[in-house]
């Protein structure tokens, strides 16, 4: 039960975006927009969740993610955990640019027991990507408010309707912040 609750879960995530052809100008400036967006949701996160439909809806959750950049390439890798109770899964990610656009994988992508990001785009603060397992296809929402606050929605396609499932709502772990020193 709780396998495929974790399954689902799992595609909030993964962040991921799409830039436009290379080597044109746009090109060059979204490269740079995703670049800055990716830094800037790199860091400890952690808050609650919801699954707002479907056989388990009015389940809650806790996640705990880390962010960090990809090997010199425009992307994120995540990693973490989250719980239902006493049911801890660990939960991971990893987003980079390949060719014009964006390939990715949250835990095992679809052909294990995760999903494969498939498409995106970034918007300023905000991400929505494509995500995709078997027959089930769908998008992620997600959008900073502010520095420290990151709220997350994923939809299904149901017929012709895009309906939410899982809401959730990250702050930022201040405490993990490194301060540097004062110098007299």
Known sequence: MYSRLFSLLGGFVVLAAATAPALAPEAEAASRGDK??????????KGPGEIVAG?????KFNCNLTGSSTDGEIGIKLDGTCRVGVFQQPMSAVI??????????????????????????????????????AQLNGAMVASL????????????????????????????????????SIKP
């Open 145 to 180: 408010r502010g520095d420290n606050k990151m709220n997350i929605t994923i939809s299904v396609k149901v017929e012709d309707q895009m309906v939410p499932v899982i809401g959730l709502s990250l702050d930022r772990d201040l405490d993990t912040i490194a301060v540097g």
């Open 55 to 59: 056989k388990y809806k009015g389940t």
């Open 36 to 45: 800055a967006f990716f830094q800037q949701v790199a860091g400890v996160w």
């Open 96 to 133: 980079s640019q390949k060719g014009s656009g964006y390939t990715g994988k949250f835990l095992d992508g679809a052909d294990g027991k995760g999903l494969d990001i498939i498409s995106g785009s970034v918007s300023g603060d905000k991400v929505v990507m494509g995500i995709n397992r």
